[in-house]
C-alpha cells in the first residue's frame, strides 16, 4: 500500500475500532463485531483483504435493514452510526484498497 494512502487508512481502522466498541449485544450485533475484528486483522496483515472487506460490508448491510425496518428497535439509536460506516467504507477505504490493487 502506497505511503500515501497510510493515514487515511489508519483513519478509517480507528473509525472500525471505534464503531466496534459502541455496538450494544446481540446476535447481528456480535455478527458485525466478529466482521470487524477479521477485517481489521486482514487490512493489518495484508490478507484475505477482499473476503473480509465483502463480509463486513454484508452483515453491515444486513444490521442495517433490521434496523430501518423496524425489527430492532433497541439498534434504533445506532442507526446512523451503521449509515456513517457503511459511507466511509465506500468513499474512504475502498477506494483506498482499490488503488492498492485489492478487487473490493
Known amino acids: 500500500m502506497d505511503a500515501t494512502d497510510s493515514e ?3 483513519s478509517v481502522c480507528r473509525l472500525l475500532e471505534a464503531f466496534a466498541h459502541r455496538l450494544p449485544q446481540g ?3 456480535d455478527d458485525v463485531r466478529r466482521a470487524l475484528t ?4 486482514a487490512l493489518r496483515e ?3 483483504v477482499e473476503d473480509a472487506m465483502r463480509h463486513l460490508v454484508s452483515v453491515l448491510h444486513q444490521l442495517d435493514e433490521g434496523a430501518v425496518s423496524g425489527k430492532r428497535r433497541e439498534f434504533q439509536r445506532n442507526a446512523p452510526a451503521v449509515g ?10 475502498l477506494p483506498l484498497l482499490r488503488r492498492a490493487g485489492y478487487y473490493v
Open 27 to 29: 446476535e447481528r450485533e
Open 8 to 10: 487515511p487508512l489508519a
Open 38 to 41: 477479521t477485517a481489521l486483522m
Open 46 to 48: 495484508q490478507r484475505g
Open 84 to 93: 456513517r460506516l457503511l459511507e466511509a467504507l465506500q468513499e474512504d477505504l
